[in-house]
């Protein structure tokens, strides 16, 4: 009796798939329309302009540098702050030395660390990114203070006014704000690993750092690929354009040195009127995201471990 | 999947049949869904229903039908929305039967461009703020009301007068792109310059330095006292021109800033702009622009310099207003025109920048038009107008309507150095002509790299001409020019 089954499965998924033509697919495929169009997006009345808008990006210097560093956050941030998080994760969970009664343990006082290392998920990403321009202030500002008080009162750099430092100091943010959540996702995961794969480690003589790579690792990989991705989504879209936003000189400056592609569609599309050629740049964003996507699946394609 | 289809299928037939049925009409909804979104991103002009043309009378010139609901839109930043609010009561006064809709946002253009889209505009917008909507774009799409019949009805307070000849110079001719119309009425009126506090030159035993050989002295005095000469919005280093566009024009002549203003070639190439630039650049190199400068915004840059750890900073007459919070009340504030280079100067010291603040304008597609546009003359009005000098503590378009109430030391200032500039007001345009331009690349590439001393004059003055080259050949830009 498999008459209709497909029929059903349909009829459970009509809905969620038609929300999700309509708010996913459907504006995909109205921006992509847009990008052959000269739409100011403040007024109804466009014309067709065929590839120019896609010439002109080609050209387009301020483009090119804000894909340059939009790269450079999807392929560094996940890397630190997935390696930072999975290295405090197993720091707070099988890397503490050996006490009384349990074989596997944290660190002492990693339940205080663990809370601590979320705190920043509980804040939102504007808060995180004033309270930061705060600390970055080259005259009263935290960070300088901290300098001045350990004896580095002469270096006093201008961080989010120095070209050379400003998009570190915005990726800093990003990861501070980040790393947090991911500590307590593979804490999450290390928990579900059976204790006695460590047990049997540690009675073989194994040390923290091989636990770590040939056990930890491989059990947890599922969970760092999807972090992997969600992290470079992170990193290409919203969070990176709201700490570029609140955060840097100009904003994107000094002199272009932290524009990323939506801060870019933002402004072409809200502060020079030119609708159509942010969607264009769009474009080129979606087109980025997919590729890294892909890259990260396939990099990350391995056989799966049951346990 | 298998196994459920297999095992339970007799007794949940029924009930499954059903919920096909069921999710078969949730799909049939959602269908005409979206074809309604397909129409809505850019979709064509709705036609509600538009008030009907008053009667036309001495007390309404305008003809605004007084039964017609008025919507308005106030952009809430440094002035706030009270001197707005108290204006509606005064149309409420007028039109007893108008229901006022108030909406006050610092999100203009996300939160109006849809209603621009959709044709369903408010009737009176303050298009202000980092999200001002580009009214060049809007005129050109024939969005705007033109509000010349605004400025041909005799003014509140004197029917004898036009609303035209009651405002300040520059208002009118601002609030136009190209031709005749008036788009734009600006209501706040700036004034621009180098603002200090009396008491800290005071205390240096100085005055406000007429020329640039003083001003160097002073903040080399300055200087063996630990405090620095400037301070500017290093974030946003489209705050210098503010005094450095007035002191272009003062060496060079207002020429100079209309050809600028025009893109025309080789503008910034005048001699006049280069002596400013290096007259500005000297400051960094010698050491008097406030240490850690380039990296703080604003509000830090006029706190440290209300502290007095600067004395000088390039800014608007908002600057009073936005931070009445730290400045101390014996800072005695001040503004000062730019100081003369040398003596052969095309102007005289006293030349100024001041022009038109709040932008309000009056969509073609609203409702009640005249009705956005009667509020305005209201607000033009001696009772408004005084209102609004008194709460937010800046001038407004009315020319005069400053008697009888106490002003601010900073507003008093700024009206003595308006009657000291008498003709010699400057009006540089490009900023509100090309906002890109003005802001990312001539303020942030451009002087923003000079003032923090990583580029010469000399290349900054070639990297803003290729900028305004470019822009002179976008043809995606609306280009103007002085009229």
Not at chain 1, 61 to 73: A, G, Y
Not at chain 2, 352 to 362: K, Q, Y
Not at chain 2, 382 to 404: H, I, M, R, W, Y
Request: net charge neutral.
């Amino acid at each position: 009796m498999q008459h209709g089954k497909y029929r059903f499965i349909a009829g459970f998924l009509i809905v969620p798939l038609a929300l999700y033509a309509v708010f996913v697919i459907w504006p995909f495929v109205q921006a992509i329309y847009y990008s052959f169009t000269d739409w100011t997006g403040l007024s109804p009345d466009f014309a067709m302009v065929g590839f120019a808008n896609y010439s002109r990006m080609l050209g387009d210097d301020v483009f090119w540098k804000s894909l340059q560093h939009s790269v450079i956050f999807a392929l560094l941030l996940p890397l630190v702050t997935l390696g930072l998080a999975l290295f405090f994760a197993f720091m707070l969970n099988v890397g503490g030395r050996r006490r009384k009664g349990a074989a596997i343990t944290g660190v002492r006082g990693s339940g205080f660390y663990k809370i601590a290392y979320f705190f920043p998920q509980v804040l939102s990403i504007a808060i995180v990114a004033l309270l930061f321009q705060f600390a970055y202030n080259p005259n009263d500002g935290v960070i300088n203070g901290t300098l001045e008080s350990i004896g580095f009162g002469d270096v006093r750099p201008n961080w989010l006014g120095d070209p050379n430092l400003a998009l570190w100091c915005v990726m800093a943010v990003l990861l501070w704000s980040t790393v947090g959540f991911f500590v307590v996702l593979f804490s999450a995961g290390m928990a579900s690993i059976p204790k006695d794969f460590y047990e049997a480690a540690l009675l073989d003589g194994a040390n923290r750092f091989t636990t770590f790579f040939r056990i930890t690792l491989p059990l947890l990989w599922d969970t760092v690929q999807s972090g992997w991705v969600y992290m470079g989504i992170l990193a290409l879209g919203a969070e990176a354009f709201a700490v570029v936003q609140i955060m840097t000189v100009g904003p994107g400056g000094p002199d272009y040195s932290t524009s990323v592609l939506p801060l870019y569609v933002y402004q072409s599309a809200f502060r020079d009127a030119n609708a159509a050629y942010a969607t264009t740049i769009g474009v080129a964003l979606l087109i980025v995201t997919l590729l890294f996507a892909a890259v990260v699946m396939r990099l990350g394609r391995r056989e799966r471990l049951e346990y | 999947m298998g196994s459920t289809s297999g095992t339970s299928n007799g007794s949940a037939g029924v009930g499954r049949r059903n919920l096909l049925k069921r999710s078969a009409a949730l799909g049939l909804v959602s269908v005409p869904a979206m074809s309604f979104l397909s129409a809505c991103a850019s979709g064509g002009g709705g036609s509600q229903d538009k008030a009907k043309e008053g009667k036309k009378t001495e007390q309404n010139p305008l003809g605004v039908d007084g039964s017609a609901a008025l919507s308005v839109v106030i952009f809430d930043g440094g002035f706030g929305t009270k001197y707005a609010t108290d204006a509606n009561a005064e149309y409420k006064k007028a039109f007893p039967d108008a229901k006022i809709d108030f909406h006050s946002t610092q999100k203009i253009q996300s939160e109006l461009q849809p209603k621009f889209n959709g044709g369903t505009p408010p009737d009176l917008i303050d298009n202000s703020g980092a999200q001002q909507m580009d009214v060049g774009v809007l005129s050109s799409k024939k969005q705007l009301a033109d509000l010349t019949p605004l400025l041909d009805a005799p003014s509140i307070d004197d029917p004898s007068k036009k609303v035209r000849d009651t405002l300040r110079p520059g208002i009118v001719e601002m609030g136009r792109f190209d031709g005749d119309p008036v788009w734009t009425l600006y209501y706040a009126y700036t004034v621009y310059g180098v603002w200090y506090s009396q008491t800290a030159l005071d205390r240096l035993d100085a005055e406000y330095p007429e020329d640039w050989d003083a001003m160097l002295a002073l903040c080399a005095k300055a200087k063996k006292q630990g405090i620095a000469g400037w301070t500017y919005a290093g974030k946003y280093p489209y705050y210098v021109p503010f005094s450095l566009y007035p002191f272009i024009a003062k060496i060079g002549g207002r020429e100079v800033l209309d050809s600028i203003d025009n893109l025309e070639p080789n503008a910034w190439k005048h001699p006049a702009v280069k002596a400013a630039f290096e007259a500005y650049y000297e400051l960094q190199r010698k050491g008097y622009v406030l240490q850690g400068t380039p990296g703080i915004d604003h509000i830090q840059s006029q706190t440290a310099w209300a502290k007095g750890e600067a004395l000088f900073i390039p800014n608007g007459s908002w600057v009073e207003n936005e931070s009445a919070s730290v400045i101390p009340d014996d800072f005695r504030l001040s503004v000062g025109a730019p100081s003369a280079l040398d003596a052969s100067d095309k102007m005289p010291f006293g030349t100024l920048w001041a022009s038109g603040g709040e932008p309000f304008i009056v969509p073609a597609q609203a409702n009640n038009v005249a009705g956005g546009m009667e509020q305005l003359r209201i607000m033009l009005g001696e009772t408004s107008s005084k209102n609004f000098t008194a709460q937010v503590k800046s001038l407004s378009a009315l020319n005069g309507g400053t008697d009888g109430i106490e002003l601010t030391p900073g507003l008093k200032s700024a009206v003595a150095a308006l009657d000291k500039a008498g003709d010699n007001i400057v009006n540089p345009r490009i900023g509100d002509w090309y906002v890109k331009l003005q802001k990312e690349q001539i303020g942030v590439s451009g002087l923003g790299e000079m003032m923090a001393g990583r580029i010469t004059p000399a290349e900054a003055i070639k990297k803003i001409q290729d900028f305004a080259d470019a822009t002179a050949k976008d043809e995606s830009i609306k280009h103007y020019k002085h009229q």
